[in-house]
């Protein structure tokens, strides 16, 4: 089982009549000679890791290196937990994790880098939120993990997961196209619905910059987590749907990392363009001298 494209990693898909979370799980196998119980059992760690972020920022403000940010996961749970939400409880408690996450990652705590640090809370405030409303057991989350994975994988490898290369969408928007597999994944949605999810969420976030004030990884990075939350849920009710992304994965990749390219250095994660120039915020971090 290998892939480098998308249109390979569907190909093999219906030719074993597989999912993508299996398909990713053959390769992982074939790769690093590993069994299926040890590559489930490193994913298991993973997933460990997630829930225990989640559960760290819902239960106390967190003390971040810069100050930006903390106790936002909280104050946003209390309103889901009042029945105030307007967003409406999953995807409320998914917002709720997504921050919270980000929030850990910001005091130094221990996260999964889904793709990236900076992008951390997407894919487990989705999964752990689908989780919570639909009775996911742990063998469902590993297998939308995997599949999540294969997401990140294609975009890692044709195109870029980095910020400082190609925006925030680079990061965000791959954690979002990533949890929209994976959703996708869980609902039983065919590998052409996952992967229509994760064009279609890679699209919704396209062109987003990366302007982290003061450099540092809290804001506007937390909220955008919470929106690459948010944006995978769409993409994925509508690949389930039956609606295609715009573009096939492939060409969305390809020209996600062609704007990624054309953005000047002031906004690919320099701290020197979009919000993070904003006199306001240069003032929040005193790193400008305003």
């Not at 937990?81 to 409320?92: H, I, K, M, T, W």
């Not at 890692?156 to 980095?162: E, G, I, K, L, S």
Request: charged share 15%.
């Amino acid at each position: 089982m290998e892939f480098t494209t998308a249109a390979e990693l569907l190909s093999a898909c219906e030719k074993e009549g597989v999912g993508l979370g299996e398909a990713m799980l053959r390769r992982e196998i074939r790769l690093t000679g590993a069994s299926r119980e040890e590559v489930k059992k490193r994913l298991g760690r993973s997933l460990e890791i997630m829930e225990n972020a989640a559960a760290t920022a819902l239960a106390a403000p967190q003390k971040t290196m810069g100050g930006l940010i903390g106790g936002e996961a909280i104050a946003l749970d209390r309103r889901r937990q009042e029945n105030r939400s307007v967003c409406g409880p999953v995807l409320a408690r998914s917002v709720a994790i997504a921050m919270g996450t980000l929030e850990v990652n910001a005091s130094m705590g221990l996260i999964v880098a889904a793709p990236t640090a900076g992008s951390c809370g997407v894919l487990p405030g989705v999964l752990l939120a689908q989780a919570e409303a639909f009775g996911f057991g742990r063998e469902e989350l590993l297998e939308a993990l995997l599949a999540a994975g294969a997401v990140g994988y294609l975009i890692a490898r044709n195109a870029t997961v980095a910020g400082a290369e190609g925006g925030c969408q680079a990061e965000v928007g791959t954690a979002s196209a990533m949890a929209a597999a994976a959703v996708v994944q869980l609902h039983g949605g065919t590998p052409q619905m996952a992967l229509w999810a994760a064009g279609t969420a890679l699209v919704n976030l396209m062109g987003l910059v990366c302007d982290p004030i003061g450099g540092l990884v809290e804001s506007p990075c937390q909220g955008r987590n919470g929106i690459g939350a948010a944006g995978a849920l769409v993409a994925a009710e509508t690949a389930l749907a039956g609606i295609p992304s715009p573009a096939p994965l492939d060409e969305v990749i390809e020209a996600m990392y062609a704007v990624g390219r054309s953005l000047p250095a002031e906004l690919r994660e320099t701290a020197m363009g979009g919000i993070a120039a904003a006199p306001s915020a240069c003032q929040r971090c005193g790193g400008c001298g305003a």
